[in-house]
């Protein structure tokens, strides 16, 4: 059985949403187990609350908080992060900079690793967050795996859609009164299909 694990921050849920959507695609293979995890929240409960971000995030509040040393045991981590300004959101990377015990041991070596993400503008920084991500996953060793072009809806111009080759994406709107469309839930559910096929062809090698 190969393990997948997906791993995000959401703080008004869009993360979330494309997380769902990639585990269902992940779940679209046979002979493997799909967990979804969220990593520890740093911004304090009263900000939570004011911000309105509180209410958003109860939808996914039983999800378990993984541990950094959780994922030795996946096969494939594939990693969802809204952008903060181009870059990932503090809250994933306060979770990897505690990686460092896996990455001295080699825990993560092997693995395959894939990232997704949100932005409220269409050019708000979807590639460079997800290629900048890639950089920590290279340091583990991890072979990283996108959404190639074979997913035609990365072609998709009639409409606003996020999607690149880099991994999917979502465009929530500055309000984030924008919700993933249909093109983005497929895309995302292609990236879980693809990475859970990869990561099973290598469980078998």
């Not at 779940?27 to 609350?49: F, G, K, N």
């Not at 999800?63 to 096969?75: G, N, Q, R, T």
């Not at 460079?128 to 072009?149: K, N, R």
């Amino acid at each position: 059985m190969t393990q997948i694990q997906v791993v995000f921050y959401s703080m008004y849920g869009h993360v979330y949403e494309m997380a769902k959507e990639v585990a269902n695609g992940v779940s679209e293979v046979a002979d493997t187990h799909v967990d979804l995890y969220q990593v520890q929240e740093l911004i304090p409960d009263d900000r939570l609350q004011a911000s309105g971000a509180k209410a958003a995030r109860e939808g996914f509040a039983h999800l378990p908080v993984i541990k950094p040393a959780d994922l030795a045991s996946a096969d494939a981590v594939i990693f969802g992060t809204p952008t903060r300004f181009g870059n990932m959101c503090a809250q994933m990377r306060n979770f990897l900079d505690q990686t460092s015990q896996l990455w001295m041991q080699g825990g993560l070596v092997g693995k395959v690793g894939s990232v997704f993400t949100s932005t409220a503008t269409q050019h708000g920084g979807q590639e460079t967050t997800i290629t900048s991500f890639h950089t920590t996953l290279l340091h583990h060793g991890m072979i990283v795996v996108g959404v190639p072009y074979t997913e035609q809806r990365l072609m998709e111009v009639g409409e606003v859609s996020g999607g690149t080759p880099y991994g999917a994406s979502t465009v929530a709107s500055p309000d984030g009164s924008r919700w993933p469309s249909d093109n983005e839930r497929a895309i995302a559910r292609f990236q879980g299909r693809h990475v859970a096929e990869i990561a099973s062809r290598l469980k078998k090698t």
